[in-house]
């Protein structure tokens, strides 16, 4: 019997994540507002409102797991303590009603403060108001009647990653014009960064195994710079390196002076002008899962970018 996952959103991850499970062989209901996402035999798409009980009891039935992709609708602290609490709440009172779990994409804000590299057993040490939230988020589901997990991914990379991701559409675009490379931050810094089909995997692995629950890493390489990040694309688009050009964090810091997403962005520089590393390895045990080679991920999301500029251009 075919098994139902539950999709909430079609972002990056959603998109990636009904993908993946469509192509194993299951039943993927994707959720959201406009009943977007990407076309597959193996996917229903259907718009609804995550945040009405009715709507979300209803694209529940039937599923064995919840995988919840949806965030807030701006990059706010005071939107997201104001939008997410609730949507949780609501989509762990209907899986504690139906008997299955909540698999929820998380990131590294509840941890960013504390020491590294960064592990599934890393206290809680928030360095923004943003990761405050992000803290209240894992507590309520650690109190949660349905089963949960949360997996942690760093900044993402990979198909699907577009304009609001720093390794997505700023990065790639440019190297693929000839341009100049924008980045934020200190570009020679080491950061990890998490293949969205890796992070994909994970979820789908996280909802099959009732063993696995609270927080885990997932799998990510070696942390790198972003030089060598922006180097390893260039080599896959066989292209030359291009060049370089940070932003600087006291630019950003000033236009938020000015301008609210430019602060909110500056409130997050501490993850760009420091090393910001995570450690899977223990999670990928867990979870029997280990991080695509960068060579390889690099590989397939350039292929992905002029694929889509391909189908763009007819």
Not at 50 to 58: I, K, T, V, Y
Request: proline share 7%; glycine share 8%.
């Amino acid at each position: 019997m075919m098994t139902t996952h539950l999709v909430v959103g079609a972002g990056p991850i959603g998109s990636t994540l009904a993908l993946y499970l469509a192509e194993r062989g299951d039943h993927v209901r994707l959720l959201t507002r406009s009943g977007s996402g990407p076309e597959h035999p193996g996917i229903e798409r259907r718009a609804g409102d995550a945040g009405a009980a009715a709507e979300l009891w209803s694209a529940i039935d039937g599923a064995a797991a919840v995988h919840w992709c949806l965030h807030a609708s701006r990059y706010r602290a005071d939107t997201w303590r104001a939008e997410l609490p609730g949507l949780e709440s609501g989509v762990l009172r209907a899986a504690s009603s139906a008997d299955i779990p909540v698999i929820f994409a998380e990131s590294l804000y509840a941890l960013d403060s504390g020491e590294q590299p960064f592990t599934s057993a890393s206290p809680f040490v928030p360095g923004s108001a943003k990761g405050e939230v992000r803290v209240e988020l894992l507590r309520a589901r650690e109190h949660a009647r349905a089963r949960t997990v949360s997996v942690a991914a760093s900044d993402y990379f990979g198909p699907f990653a577009r304009a609001n991701a720093h390794a997505g559409e700023r990065m790639i675009v440019p190297i693929l014009r000839g341009r100049t490379v924008r980045p934020l931050g200190a570009v020679d810094q080491p950061h990890s960064f998490t293949y969205l089909p890796d992070l994909a995997t994970a979820m789908a692995r996280a909802a099959d195994d009732t063993a696995i629950d609270g927080l885990v890493m997932a799998p990510t390489a070696p942390p790198i710079t972003q030089r060598d990040l922006i180097a390893e694309y260039a080599r896959a688009a066989d292209v030359h390196a291009p060049r370089v050009r940070p932003i600087p964090g006291g630019l950003l810091r000033w236009a938020g002076r000015l301008h609210r997403d430019s602060a909110e962005l500056a409130e997050m520089l501490h993850q760009w002008e420091q090393p910001y590393v995570m450690d899977s390895r223990s999670d990928e045990t867990r979870l029997g899962v280990t991080p695509t080679p960068l060579e390889d991920a690099a590989a397939a999301t350039i292929a992905w970018w002029r694929a889509a500029a391909d189908t763009q251009s007819r």
